[in-house]
């Protein structure tokens, strides 16, 4: 089955980090490009970063482009999302999507819930 | 940067009926790039359509893609209960990857 597992999701204070991770199966992962797409509380989607197949291409929204930090590990079929300087307005469900035709996302994860908050 | 705006924000249908949704953006974009994502409370996004017209795996045909430049709309022919649920238009650039979303239309049972 294909599938797309998020952890590391949780209550954490501004300012400071948390890294996320998504774990994929089902599919051959290192063939395609993944992102990670957060949606705040009653809100709706907002692409957050992405990267392609080989890392060789990245990309960040301009909201967290500095403090986040996008990486894979083909070996481990994993991605993640490294996130630094946390602010109320990251407060989220952060979903990991794969890549399929040119940029749709296919395949998404259930998310898992970053909350900003002091 | 590409803003992709969607209309209505609010769509009252009853099963049976058509809804027409639309995506304008804020420049012209490539069709390949052009994506439709459906989402019910407490799910996932769910791929419909992609690169403008092509429905993704599983997807009935009642829902249709089409468009070009700045203005695509995503039509579904005959509503059936299941398909009330938000619906979102999605532009991708892929050099750098960016990804963006329009704001989102919700399609409520009247």
């Known amino acids: 089955e294909v599938q797309l597992v998020e952890s590391g999701g949780g209550l954490v204070q501004p300012g400071r980090s948390l890294r996320l991770s998504c774990a994929a199966s089902?599919?051959?992962?290192?063939?395609?490009?993944m992102h990670w797409v957060r949606q705040a509380p009653g809100k709706g989607l907002e692409w957050v970063a992405g990267?392609?197949?080989?890392?060789?291409?990245?990309g960040y929204a301009d909201s967290v482009r500095g403090r986040f930090s996008i990486t894979r590990d083909n070996a481990k079929k994993s991605l993640f999302l490294q996130m630094n300087s946390l602010r109320p307005e990251d407060t989220a469900l952060y979903y990991c999507?794969?890549?399929?035709?040119?940029?749709?996302?296919?395949?998404w994860g259930q998310g898992t819930r970053v909350t900003v908050s002091s | 940067e590409i803003v992709l705006t969607q209309s209505p924000g609010t769509l009252s249908l009853s099963p049976g009926e058509g809804a027409t949704l639309s995506c304008r953006a804020s420049?012209?974009?490539?069709?390949?790039?052009l994506d439709w994502y459906q989402q019910k409370p407490g799910q996932a996004p769910r791929l419909l359509i992609f690169g403008t017209s092509s429905r993704a795996t599983g997807i009935p045909d009642r829902f249709r893609g089409s468009g070009s430049g700045t203005d695509f709309t995503l039509t579904i022919t005959r509503l059936e209960p299941e398909d009330f649920a938000v619906y979102y238009c999605q532009h991708y650039d892929p050099s750098p990857p960016q990804g963006t979303f329009g704001q989102g239309t919700k399609l409520e049972i009247k």
């Open positions: 089902g599919f051959t992962f290192d063939d395609y490009g």
């Open positions: 999507a794969k890549q399929y035709y040119r940029g749709a996302f296919d395949i």
């Open positions: 420049q012209s974009v490539l069709s390949d790039y």
């Open positions: 990267l392609t197949w080989n890392s060789g291409n990245i």
